[in-house]
Nanobody, 120 residues
Framework: QVQLVESGGGLVQAGGSLRLSCAAS????????MGWYRQALGEERELVAA???????YYADSVKGRFIVSRDNVKNTLYLQMDSLQPEDTAMYYC??????????????WGQGTQVTVSS
């Protein structure tokens, strides 16, 4: 089992920044990537950014150039630095431990989520 605890969400004005953290513990079979997902009200959950054990990184087009995903393997913590935030970034953000294969991330474990709200 993998336990994930997110923190760092909040309310910010458009153009501002937030840094999300996800503290991970435990282990899971086949877990080889970590990702950040978000779900806006009435929308489907979407992958925002992910990082594989080999270091390869994925960003959704909507956040490229504004968000940076990173991980500290000593602290077992995943981060998402979010700059130039826009109202459309408003969502619940979830950390996930994933299995990556065949160019697809499969989330296996989820955190409880942290709310990000961007005011215009």
């Amino acid at each position: 089992q993998v336990q994930l605890v997110e923190s760092g969400g909040g309310l910010v004005q458009a153009g501002g920044s937030l840094r999300l953290s996800c503290a991970a513990s435990g282990s899971g079979f086949g877990i080889n990537a970590m990702g950040w997902y978000r779900q806006a009200l009435g929308e489907e959950r979407e992958l925002v950014a992910a990082i594989r054990d080999a270091g390869r990184i994925y960003y959704a087009d909507s956040v490229k150039g504004r968000f940076i995903v990173s991980r500290d393997n000593v602290k077992n913590t995943l981060y998402l630095q979010m700059d130039s935030l826009q109202p459309e970034d408003t969502a619940m953000y979830y950390c996930a431990a994933c299995r990556y294969r065949s160019n697809t991330y499969y989330p296996a474990y989820w955190g409880q989520g942290t709310q990000v709200t961007v005011s215009s």
